[in-house]
């Protein structure tokens, strides 16, 4: 049997869901997707996303691991051998996020050095793109392996390495305990910096004032759909697996609501301090503010450099900070990560948490290679969206199906419902069996069509095949591990 390893106290679980669900997702990714999306017309859709998805979602997760006690594997093994697969997928899935997610965390690190000579100069853009990425023209040409990207990356394997091997108490709640606290402290110096600027007030508003007219357009909602599922780390088997070190008779409802709404508020208050900052930044330099932000994609690389460099006072400081904290929200999120796929090997083959672990973090840096290279970016951005638009997508459906239909959702809440303090209806039911896996084939359908029409972004048909590939191998070899031996049968 697999070790037995537990959460120490509740809120040592807390701070680490917490910590898996505030991530660079809440900094880098919500600031630039809110602005691509138009800033406050973002806003309608993400909350819709957050209470027809995510929460239900996040509350079967919190519930299915309470109750069948393992990782996702062998929670989905335990509703029937049939299904093992739909544990794997999202393991492999996480996996593929995983060798990504650490090397955009290696570049924040990169970037606390730089901070403390804004190295970045006049064209922070250049400096990303050139100096920091070695960015070749297309990604057709590979332009070899950047060594500072592959040192720091390989230093952050080894830190996260170092976490998970030492085990769920003594290793993930004791560094989410260090992490939180002084990520929140961060994140509010940061904020209280960006409401205080001049001209803040113009950039706040664009965040905050809702554009209805975007209601209607698709794009918008795919992109608020995505952001739910990234930002709570919901369909990528962690919360199942981090759920399965609580007692039984664990509060399955209340955690999930304060996981959910933690995350949202930070989100909502960096929001509100990066915007305050753009704000700041187009009323310093005279621009509007739609200019001020050229690529979206480079926000938090490109416009804070710049933001930096016209601060008042307190530039390098602010500079350290900023990324320091977009580094340990990543760390605090990677953890969980490896730890989703690390406790799969533990369970089926028996192996020990330092030989998965091990095994995990070699395959990874392998694995985290390609996006080190001069193409990085174009791989990076490639596989993300395959990974994320149909993937993780299906991955949604799939458990809304398999909890729903086949183990019964109303069973899952006669379970839970008893040992928390608010009780969830049968709304939930209806939610995990018709109206979840309806918007979610929606978007799907939707992705679909758009991808064959326009394909995605610019990149030759050659990119977008390595998109699909990835997204199809994930699936086949989630098949193939399903089909070997236990190490014993359960
Ligand atoms: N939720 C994390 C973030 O917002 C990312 C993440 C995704 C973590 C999936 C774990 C699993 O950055
Ligand atoms: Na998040």
């Known amino acids: 049997m697999s070790e037995n390893n537990q959460w120490g106290s509740r809120l040592g679980f807390i701070l680490a869901t917490v910590g ?23 806003l309608i859709p993400y909350l819709v996303a957050l209470l027809t998805t995510g929460i239900p979602l996040l509350i079967l997760e919190f519930g299915f691991g309470t109750k069948m006690r393992g990782s996702t594997v062998l929670a989905y093994k335990k509703l029937s051998s049939k299904w093992e697969w739909i544990g794997w997928w999202p393991v492999i899935s996480v996996f593929i996020l995983l060798t990504y997610y650490i090397v955009i965390v290696s570049w924040s690190l990169k970037y606390i050095f730089y901070a403390f000579n804004q190295a970045w100069g006049s064209n922070p853009e250049g400096f990303f793109y050139g100096t920091n990425l070695k960015l070749t023209s297309g990604i057709e040409s590979l332009g070899g392996v950047n060594l500072t990207v592959l040192i720091s990356v390989v230093a952050l394997w080894a830190i996260n390495y170092f976490i998970v091997y030492n085990g769920i108490e003594k290793g993930i709640e004791k560094a989410s ?55 709570l780390s919901v369909c990528f088997g962690v919360m199942i697996t981090y759920a399965s070190y609580l007692p039984k008779d664990s509060d399955v409802v209340n955690n999930s609501f304060i996981t959910a709404l933690a995350n949202c508020a930070f989100s909502f208050i960096v929001g509100i301090g990066v915007f305050g900052i753009l704000g700041y930044m187009a009323t310093h330099s005279g621009v509007p503010l739609e200019e001020v932000v050229t690529q979206s994609i480079g926000l938090a690389f490109i416009a804070f450099p710049k933001a930096i460099n016209m601060l008042p006072a307190f530039n ?17 999120s990677s953890i969980s990560m490896v ?12 192996w020990s948490r330092k030989k998965a672990a091990t095994v995990v973090a070699v395959l990874g840096v392998l694995g985290s290679l390609i996006f080190t290279t001069g ?21 949604g459906i ?63 048909i050659t990119g977008l095949r390595i998109g699909w590939l990835v997204a199809l191998a994930a699936l086949a070899l989630a098949i193939i591990l399903s089909s070997v031996k236990w190490r014993k049968e359960e």
């Open 398 to 460: 799939l458990q809304c199906i398999a909890i729903g239909w086949i183990y019964k959702s109303t069973k899952l809440r006669e379970f839970f419902n008893p040992v928390s303090n608010f009780q969830i209806g049968s709304w939930w039911d209806f939610t995990i069996k018709y109206l979840t896996p309806l918007v979610l084939g929606i978007m799907l359908i939707l992705s679909f069509i758009s991808e064959i029409k326009d394909g995605y972004g610019d990149y030759p």
């Open 20 to 42: 898996s669900a505030v991530g660079l997702g809440n900094i880098w990714r919500f600031s630039y997707v809110a602005y691509e999306n138009g800033g406050g017309a973002f």
């Open 316 to 332: 390098t400081l602010f500079g350290v900070l900023f990324f320091s904290a977009l580094v340990i929200a990543g760390i605090s």
């Open 177 to 231: 305990k260090i992490f939180m606290p002084l990520l929140a402290f961060l994140m509010l110096i940061i904020t209280i910096r960006g409401i205080t600027l001049p001209g803040a007030v113009a950039g706040i508003n664009k965040f905050l004032n809702p554009d209805f007219s975007q209601l209607l357009n698709s794009k918008v909602w795919l992109a608020a759909y995505g952001q739910i599922f990234f930002t």
């Open 375 to 395: 193409a990085g970016l174009y791989f990076l951005d490639i596989i993300d969206y395959f990974n994320m638009q149909f993937g993780i997508v299906t991955i």
């Open 339 to 350: 730890e989703a796929v690390v406790k799969p090997l533990n369970d089926k083959f028996g």
